[in-house]
């Protein structure tokens, strides 16, 4: 193999890097002093009551509250709907981590909630969503919702786009927001799937255990994916064969911001985040035993799956148990004859792309008056296939590309927060996780003796990662949050196919997030923050490759990254928001010292050690709407990326595989989503959504690779009572905007519907779904799929899903 280091082994570089000019350095720094200082001033010299108007968007405990240190009450009321009880709405106080779910009767209850001021949120599926204030004095706090049922599609609570939760309208980026029953009823496979119907989101398709979500173009490192706020520990942006390993049915919630987010949740957020929210710790709740239940099925691959989540609550404590699995065959397509670029193929499914997972896992959970402390453990182990070429008798000229993947992830997950009796702070949060997690890769070979799959690869990582957050006391006007973070990643990578050397990665972060309410319409947030990025590789004397038992090199990179938006309600209803980030991103490993072939993606990747970070520059400007009969979101934006890094086909082979090189250049990406839904008439709501991307490598004045095309979809959907239904068409563009390796995509308008049931009786809360996917079995090539230069996407798909809630 060649070498692809400009440096020598062993020899040892130590760059420390600042993407922001001295100017943009200084006044972030001035920004946040500012902001600072004025809220130190108003929180600890405040003498007058705090005006419940002038605070009502803001959440915590005021510094005038009297209250006693460790003293709790109880949030408590109902939700109802035409004075009838709405059984099953989902209730939260995010400030104290609590969820439940309403009973019979609509009611619900929270004890043991730390004396202060709260914003409590209820929404429910097929209804308005509301949020109230209220204050809790060592006594019971009574809060009433009146919800008013809709066809609009409900608006999510996003608990990820800043320190403080709020609904999707009111943050200062675009968000969304998606339950567990919202995702089922989507016409979708995997979660990623689900999330290709919210705009600005794409998927990348590599069979079905694969899919990865992509946000305004942007994938892989340039796009976190988060599991309860933090790292995932896996090598899923590592090569697009790798799944991210989580059950679907598993999830309690999906947060997505589009556009930098990198404040809170560290680099690797250029292009946004998708926060997975679980239950692996558990919630207690105002019910003995509570929990969920869930079964689907999939005619297009043989599909089932289920999944159980069990809470035994007794008091401040929670005992939470979870289980679950899913199995499929080979996904089918329509019948017909299919060209890999050298022979025809008579097919009616996508050769090797099964799979199997399962996950288990246990948790317990403590909430007092001091606030919360919880741990959790959970188990995934997969198995899945990526589709490709398969054996045939033409081998020798024709070798099959199927590859064989196993996975093992053991996750344990701390979470506290606590209550301060002090006058400038009011609460300290602690979110941590270990991840220990085990990859190992079997390409298929045929030869004369027949067909075997044998070990290429192996990857075990381990990843620590922690983010404390020291939130301030509120004023009149003002609330803020200091952070500090830190993660630890230790890869190892042995084998036949060695991709990259053994490494160490770690960094350390600080920041500060400030929110300044001006008036009852007027809102503005600030935040900056400081990262080290270091990587060390470690020579492995047994790797197989030379170059990757000698290295011995180390890269560090710095930046101060900041954001700044606002926020302005133009009327009842209509808000309009801007927001300002620039974003950082240090290269990663493979990125740098990739230089081996890869039989899972069936190419040869080859990095650049003398890669440098990206930064991001990124404008977001949003009009939102939503009213009785009428929501709708615009939202345009630019975002600015130097030194952008990404993974292109140069045309050239090595071991007889396509060479996959990474390169870096500057790069420009506009576009727009666009996004409406009206009740013409009662229960029967039209949604519409478009999103478009245009982006541009500027250093060469051509096309981006890899970037969708003009996608959105029309949604017919019919909603009262316990019946839904919809009908809704996919559409898509062609892509003739063709990077270095892109091939021309047609466009293609695709046709799902579905029926649903909620049964509420009890206080417990029934949904069945049946749905159809592709429903006139189209042959159809998505732009993001990664084989479809060989194999369409799915046929024909019947889906059956059962939620049981209770």
Known sequence: MRSIFPTKPNSSTNEFYFPMTHQHTLSSVILYLGLSLISFVNVS???????????SNLEGVSPSDPRGHGAVGVVAGAVKSASKPVVGARVLVPGVDRV??????GKFSFPNVPNGSYTIFAHCMGYTSASRRVTVFSDTAEVGFSLHQTAIPVEGIVVSASPYAASAGEEYQPAESMSAVQLQDRSASSFSEALSDLPGVEVRYNGAAPTRPMIRGLGDN????????????????YDPAHAVPILPLSIEQIDVVRGPASIMFGPNAIGGLINIITNTIPRPSNRTFSGTASLAGNTVSSEYTGFFNGVYTNGGSAFGVTLGGLHTQDTQIPEGNYFDGIQNFQLNHLPHSFARSQEEGAGYSYQGGFGMIGIGYNHYEATYGIPGTPPNSNWQNDPPTTSLITQMKNLVELRGLWAVDDPFLRQLRLDANYVNYDHS??????????????????FHKQTVNADLRFMTQ????????????????RLNIEGQQPLGPNSTTSDLA??????????????FEGAVRYDVNSIQTQPYAASLDPVFQILDVSKTHGAVTASVGAVQNISSGLLTSLSIGRSFRAPTVQELFANGADAASNTYSIGDASLGPESGLEVDASLKGRFKSLSFEVSPFINFISHYIYAYLTGDTLENLPVRQFSATDARLWGYEVMATVEPVGNLALEASASYVNAE??????????????HGFLRLTYLKDMYSGHIQWNLAASQDRLGIGDTYTAGYGVVNVGVGMRIPSGGVVQNIGLHCDNLLNQLYRDNLSVIKDFLPMPGRAFRLSYNLMF
């Open 441 to 458: 890769e079997f390409p298929t070979l045929q030869d004369a003796s027949g067909v075997s799959n044998p070990q290429a690869n192996f």
């Open 510 to 523: 600080a920041y500060i997030y400030e929110e300044y309410l001006l008036s009852n319409v007027t809102r």
């Open 45 to 55: 010299f405040a003498q007058l009551p705090v005006s419940s108007t002038a605070s």
């Open 222 to 237: 340039e796009v976190l994916v988060l599991e309860d706020g933090l790292r995932s520990g896996d090598v899923s942006t």
């Open 474 to 489: 509120q004023s009149s006007s003002f609330r803020g949050t200091v952070g500090l973070w830190g993660e630890v990643d």
């Open 100 to 105: 439940t779910y309403t009973d019979a009767k």
């Open 697 to 710: 490598d500027t250093k060469n004045h051509i096309p981006l690779p890899f970037i969708p095309p003009l």
